[in-house]
């Protein structure tokens, strides 16, 4: 499904499903939080850490399939798949952008 999303959003998506990890950078703020399995990664360099650590776990490639609007949250409902147990699942990624950039991330 081919989705309008933000640019960073867009690039998000597009760094999490390749190999160039510091494409993240570009799309948060400076003090940027994303929210992810119990944990909370803060700033550039955390995140993407996460990110990679992530990577270097699981092979995984996640497809946006619908989008709605929560107040300032706008959340992407996507497809992920990949050498994890249960999948494929659907996960919400609800983000609040800041300036075009993204200010916060949760993914539940």
Not at 16 to 31: P, Y
Not at 48 to 67: C, G, N, V
Not at 74 to 103: D, E, M, W, Y
Request: overall charge negative; proline content about 3%; aromatic content about 12%.
């Amino acid at each position: 499904m081919n989705l309008q999303l933000a640019e960073s959003i867009g690039t998000y998506f597009v760094a999490c499903n390749g190999t160039d990890t510091t494409r993240i950078t570009d799309c948060f703020t400076q003090d940027a939080l994303v929210f992810d399995e119990g944990n909370t990664h803060w700033g550039h360099g955390t995140i993407q850490s996460w990110l990679q650590e992530a990577r270097k776990k699981f092979e995984y490639y996640i497809e946006p399939i619908s989008t709605f609007q929560e107040g300032e949250y706008l959340t992407v409902v996507a497809k992920v798949t990949g050498n994890f147990p249960s999948s494929p699942i659907q996960l919400r990624h609800s983000f609040q952008l800041r300036s075009g950039k993204i200010q916060s991330l949760e993914i539940n």
